[in-house]
């Protein structure tokens, strides 16, 4: 696992210890970042159940402006943050450890809104839908934004939460990513 481009190109990142962790391979990460790519300059990302920190750290080597980093478990956020002292990359990210839940809660009440919200759960425990309705209710998508989510291609994932209405979804092997984005009310 590594990073694939941009200022921390070619640094290779350490995944948690001791975790049933399933990092983002290199050619689906490279994948997301060729469609996410023009919505990345001066961002603001969240990478949420963000294992290694993968794509919020390639969101930050792309120049995205501020990544948040979040994960309820500490060998997870112990990697997270070696990862970004190992690409220079402290300086523009918040790593939080808590559950999801409660830092979409927290980042609501600081009123962060995220252009890209990064969503890789662990696959098939039904947390897509739960995650998706928390970031339509407690509002930190920009009106622009999208939301990026990995999941088991066999796993069943929304069309629609509320406003959030996917509109892509690319399959590699067993791993699908799916693309949401706020629509307006009919």
């Known amino acids: ?36 790519q023009s919505k990345l300059y001066d961002s ?9 920190g993968n794509l919020g750290i390639e969101s930050l080597s792309r120049n995205a402006s501020k990544a948040y980093f979040i994960d309820n478990n500490k060998n997870s956020i112990q990697s ?8 220079n990359l402290v300086n523009s990210s918040i790593v939080i450890q808590m559950d999801v839940l409660s830092a979409i809660k927290k980042l609501s009440t600081q009123g962060v809104k995220a252009n890209i919200i990064f969503l890789d759960p662990p696959y098939s425990k039904g947390f897509v839908a739960p995650t998706l309705e ?3 209710s ?3 998508l920009q009106p622009d934004g999208i939301v990026v989510v990995e999941h088991n291609k066999t ?12 509109y892509r979804t690319n ?16």
Do not use: C, W
């Open 171 to 186: 399959n590699y092997g067993d791993v699908a990513v799916s693309f949401y984005e706020l629509r307006e009310e009919i």
């Open 80 to 87: 997270i943050r070696e990862n970004l002292k190992k690409t």
């Open 138 to 140: 407690f509002e930190i």
């Open 1 to 36: 696992m590594r990073v694939i481009s941009g200022k921390a190109r070619g640094h290779a990142l350490k995944a948690p210890q001791g975790l049933n962790t399933r990092p983002t391979a290199d050619r689906v990460k490279e994948s997301i970042f060729n469609i996410v």
């Open 155 to 166: 796993d069943e994932v929304p069309e629609s939460v509320h406003n959030l209405q996917k």
């Open 44 to 52: 603001i990302v969240i990478d949420l159940f963000a294992g290694s």
């Open 134 to 136: 928390d970031i339509f």
